[in-house]
């Protein structure tokens, strides 16, 4: 019986966490000026990305955009604002994957989002979250909402140690967009990368493949992955398209163009050929993405040179590790995530990188009843969030204490320490009323009040209950 009540800790906490999140967080605001305007840092690389995912519709349609996570460790928290200039563009719920629970908030023109995982392995690489739109009635075909990130405060992540970092500095920050279709539709280039398996060792070859009603003429862009054991060997041209690349650690660069006047029609452009490393895990998937696009160029119906890089899609490949001469246990395993693109400049906001310690208050009880209640919002008078009640065995592992006794990730004010003071967290920082929570929420001892505390209560009270038993 104790070994099945360990199998479950992480599904008992993940329910508790999933029930709070998703009771009534989704409400309208304002955008607050003064968080638009946040001090903004320059984007940094590195082997993690985050990202967001193109898409297409027709007016009236319903559309969702991922966000997408790709790094060498599972993501841990993410606290982001997500941002367009067209008001009309409506977005309707935002849901996180399995693994990550998502406080947000919807505005006009914006979401706000803060979750972590309560797994103690994190979320792998992938959609983490999922936004889903409705593309107003009246757009007109060709449309293109470009949806960027204003702000990103804080991407944790933790290794196979169990070891926690805030690695924003390090990711690169990358737009999406989503285009209107219709009549015109067949007149915006999509340039994607395919997708391949292959065994570790082996050579493979990706494909750049082009398809428009014009033809193409010319493709300048770069192409990225995570990880720099992955090794692009080279890159031809297709036929009547000369190539010439840059092979980079996780990253290649192509310039490619048509000897034919007037262009080629729809097809492949170019191939690229990957070295899978010795050491692959099977189940492995390496994520391919258009980083930098300078120029898309077709010949329009005029049959002039026309550069379409701003409207182009450009959809990112997978290179899947099938089973080979490695038979170890499968470690890393991703989610291909279609399209991805940053065409759009981005300015993003950043946090400093910070530790983690942990507590040692001991867990000895569990509840059956959690109950949230969040207050009017400070800066949109008119709203107010539901209060809920929801029911779940084995929900909330609780830490009984003093009445006088100050507990550290009490965020709640409730006299313990129980997963809903990881939620409070991560609501109050969606809500951007982290001025509300008391000085105990800094459960990490940085200093700095984020979804670091969060995730790191979560995965506190998920080892001592294991310990516990």
Same mark, same amino acid.
């Given at each position: 019986?104790?070994?099945?009540?360990?199998?479950?800790?992480?599904?008992?906490?993940?329910?508790?966490?999933?029930?709070?999140?998703?009771?009534?967080?989704?409400?309208?605001?304002?955008?607050?000026?003064?968080?638009?305007?946040?001090?903004?840092?320059?984007?940094?690389?590195?082997?993690?990305?985050?990202?967001?995912?193109?898409?297409?519709?027709?007016?009236?349609?319903?559309?969702?955009?991922?966000?997408?996570?790709?790094?060498?460790?599972?993501?841990?928290?993410?606290?982001?604002?997500?941002?367009?200039?067209?008001?009309?563009?409506?977005?309707?719920?935002?849901?996180?994957?399995?693994?990550?629970?998502?406080?947000?908030?919807?505005?006009?023109?914006?979401?706000?989002?803060?979750?972590?995982?309560?797994?103690?392995?994190?979320?792998?690489?992938?959609?983490?979250?999922?936004?889903?739109?409705?593309?107003?009635?009246n757009a007109q075909p060709g449309t293109i909402y470009d949806l960027t990130f204003k702000a990103v405060n804080v991407l944790g992540t933790v290794d196979g140690d169990g070891n926690t970092l805030n690695i924003l500095n390090n990711a690169d920050i990358t737009a999406g967009k989503i285009t209107v279709k219709g009549a015109d539709t067949d007149t915006v280039p999509h340039v994607s990368l395919s997708d391949?398996?292959?065994?570790?060792?082996?050579?493979?070859?990706? &494909?750049?493949?082009?398809?428009?009603?014009?033809?193409? &003429?010319?493709?300048?862009?770069?192409?990225?992955?995570?990880?720099?054991?992955?090794?692009?060997?080279?890159?031809?041209?297709?036929?009547?398209?000369?190539?010439?690349?840059?092979?980079?650690?996780?990253?290649?660069?192509?310039?490619?163009?048509?000897?034919?006047?007037?262009?080629?029609?729809?097809?492949?452009?170019?191939?690229?050929?990957?070295?899978?490393?010795?050491?692959?895990?099977?189940?492995?998937?390496?994520?391919?993405?258009?980083?930098?696009?300078?120029?898309?160029?077709?010949?329009?119906?005029?049959?002039?040179?026309?550069?379409?890089?701003?409207?182009?899609?450009?959809?990112?490949?997978?290179?899947?590790?099938?089973?080979?001469?490695?038979?170890?246990?499968?470690?890393?395993?991703?989610?291909?995530?279609?399209?991805?693109?940053?065409?759009?400049?981005?300015?993003?906001?950043?946090?400093?990188?910070?530790?983690?310690?942990?507590?040692?208050?001991?867990?000895?009880?569990?509840?059956?009843?959690?109950?949230?209640?969040?207050?009017?919002?400070?800066?949109?008078?008119?709203?107010?969030?539901?209060?809920?009640?929801?029911?779940?065995?084995?929900?909330?592992?609780?830490?009984?204490?003093?009445?006088?006794?100050?507990?550290?990730?009490?965020?709640?004010?409730?006299?313990?320490?129980?997963?809903? &003071?990881?939620?409070?967290?991560?609501?109050?920082?969606?809500?951007?009323?982290?001025?509300?929570?008391?000085?105990?929420? &800094?459960?990490?001892?940085?200093?700095?009040?984020?979804?670091?505390?969060?995730?790191?209560?979560?995965?506190?009270?998920?080892?001592?209950?294991?310990?516990?038993?």
């Amino acid at each position: 019986m104790k070994t099945l009540t360990k199998r479950f800790i992480p599904v008992i906490l993940t329910i508790a966490v999933f029930s709070i999140l998703i009771s009534g967080n989704s409400v309208y605001y304002d955008f607050p000026e003064a968080y638009i305007s946040a001090e903004t840092a320059a984007e940094q690389s590195g082997n993690y990305t985050l990202g967001i995912s193109d898409t297409e519709g027709n007016p009236g349609d319903k559309v969702t955009v991922d966000v997408i996570f790709s790094g060498d460790c599972n993501l841990d928290s993410i606290d982001a604002v997500m941002k367009w200039e067209d008001s009309d563009l409506k977005a309707d719920k935002v849901t996180g994957v399995s693994e990550i629970g998502i406080s947000s908030v919807i505005g006009s023109n914006y979401i706000t989002f803060a979750g972590f995982s309560s797994d103690l392995s994190g979320a792998s690489s992938g959609s983490i979250v999922s936004v889903d739109f409705t593309i107003p009635e009246n757009a007109q075909p060709g449309t293109i909402y470009d949806l960027t990130f204003k702000a990103v405060n804080v991407l944790g992540t933790v290794d196979g140690d169990g070891n926690t970092l805030n690695i924003l500095n390090n990711a690169d920050i990358t737009a999406g967009k989503i285009t209107v279709k219709g009549a015109d539709t067949d007149t915006v280039p999509h340039v994607s990368l395919s997708d391949i398996e292959g065994k570790p060792g082996e050579t493979v070859t990706v &494909d750049v493949l082009y398809d428009c009603k014009y033809n193409f &003429d010319a493709i300048d862009a770069a192409i990225k992955w995570n990880d720099t054991n992955l090794k692009s060997e080279s890159v031809s041209g297709a036929e009547n398209v000369n190539a010439t690349y840059l092979n980079g650690s996780g990253y290649v660069t192509l310039a490619g163009y048509t000897s034919v006047t007037g262009g080629i029609s729809s097809g492949k452009i170019a191939s690229i050929d990957f070295v899978i490393p010795d050491d692959a895990q099977p189940g492995t998937v390496y994520n391919l993405t258009f980083t930098v696009v300078s120029t898309v160029s077709v010949y329009n119906e005029d049959g002039v040179q026309t550069d379409m890089s701003q409207k182009a899609v450009m959809n990112r490949g997978t290179i899947k590790v099938s089973e080979g001469a490695v038979t170890t246990a499968v470690t890393s395993a991703t989610k291909p995530i279609a399209t991805t693109v940053t065409t759009v400049n981005t300015t993003v906001s950043k946090t400093t990188d910070v530790s983690e310690t942990s507590d040692t208050a001991a867990v000895t009880s569990a509840t059956k009843q959690v109950t949230v209640t969040t207050a009017e919002s400070t800066f949109a008078s008119s709203s107010t969030l539901a209060s809920t009640s929801v029911s779940a065995a084995e929900t909330t592992v609780t830490t009984p204490v003093s009445t006088t006794e100050t507990i550290k990730g009490d965020a709640d004010l409730d006299g313990k320490l129980s997963v809903r &003071d990881a939620t409070v967290i991560a609501q109050k920082l969606a809500q951007n009323k982290k001025e509300e929570l008391p000085e105990r929420a &800094d459960f990490n001892g940085d200093n700095v009040i984020n979804v670091r505390d969060a995730a790191a209560i979560a995965r506190y009270l998920a080892n001592e209950y294991k310990n516990s038993k």
